[in-house]
């Protein structure tokens, strides 16, 4: 179906597919049916005679609740090599098309999953790599993706897509990268809408970079700050106490 367009944009149900594929390889539980009929040009009240029914004939796709799923992931895994090795899609494309058209439906209407795919970046750094994606291919892919997600969450203000950009830089080995984010972050983090429950997370993250790119002293002053009671900060978790007592302790 690759050369069937069924969209005003020029999407296929192969493109469809590929979408779907690429969720369900790294474990995101499919993408919003309306997500893809907005990046296909399919019109919304058409997503599931045009795209789902579709696909569902040809035995390679499926529903669950109102995402697209591929039958098994074990398919979806090979589709996405295939793909990329064969068919000469670009992963990066692909990824980059499902968060920024994720984000952009739920400005209208509600979009499940939604988290799972604006939050993808540090998933498929680990994740692509196991199943078979070069490493460094990886890497380009994930750190663009993370980059497209905040860019795609700016509007909305939260600082969690901040941190996550950052930490998907410092695990594909980039600390000074990683570090720039966060620093560049700070005069608006306490504005941030969601500051009081991703402020420690920010500032532990922001301590541990610090530390990567030989500051010390500043890692370990951070990761004291980020255990202190701080009244606009939601209230610290054990599980977070670990983490931020562990981070000063590798210093």
């Not at 919304?44 to 795209?51: E, H, L, M, Q, S």
């Not at 901040?162 to 080995?173: F, I, L, M, P």
């Not at 530390?211 to 890692?219: A, D, Q, R, V």
Request: contains cysteine; glycine residues 8%; negative net charge.
């Amino acid at each position: 179906e690759k050369n069937n367009r069924i969209g005003s944009k020029g999407g296929t149900l192969f493109d469809a597919f590929l979408y779907a594929a690429a969720a369900d390889a790294v474990g995101i539980p499919g993408i919003d049916l309306n997500v893809i009929a907005d990046l296909l040009g399919v019109d919304r009240r058409d997503r599931r005679t045009k795209i789902l029914t579709p696909l569902g004939l040809e035995a390679v796709g499926t529903g669950s609740g109102t995402a697209l799923r591929t039958r098994h992931p074990a398919i979806a895994k090979a589709a996405i090599i295939i793909a990329e090795e064969e068919l000469e899609e670009d992963l990066e494309e692909v990824y980059k098309d499902i968060v920024r058209g994720t984000a952009e439906t739920r400005v209208e209407i509600p979009v499940t999953p939604f988290a799972e795919v604006l939050h993808c970046a540090p998933i498929l750094l680990t994740t692509l790599p196991e199943l078979g994606i070069p490493f460094d291919r990886a890497k380009g892919i994930a750190i663009a993706v993370a980059d497209e997600a905040e860019r795609a969450g700016e509007d909305s203000d939260f600082l969690v897509f901040t941190v996550t950009r950052a930490k998907t830089y410092r695990e594909a080995g980039d600390n000074i990268g990683a570090t720039q984010i966060l620093r560049l972050a700070i005069p608006t983090a306490l504005a941030r809408r969601d500051w009081s429950s991703m402020g420690r997370s920010y500032i532990n993250e922001l301590a541990v970079c610090e530390g990567k790119i030989g500051n010390p002293l500043i890692s370990f002053w951070l990761g004291g700050l980020s255990v202190l009671d701080i009244k606009t900060v939601d209230s610290i978790s054990r599980e977070r106490a670990k983490i931020s007592l562990a981070s000063m302790g590798s210093v």
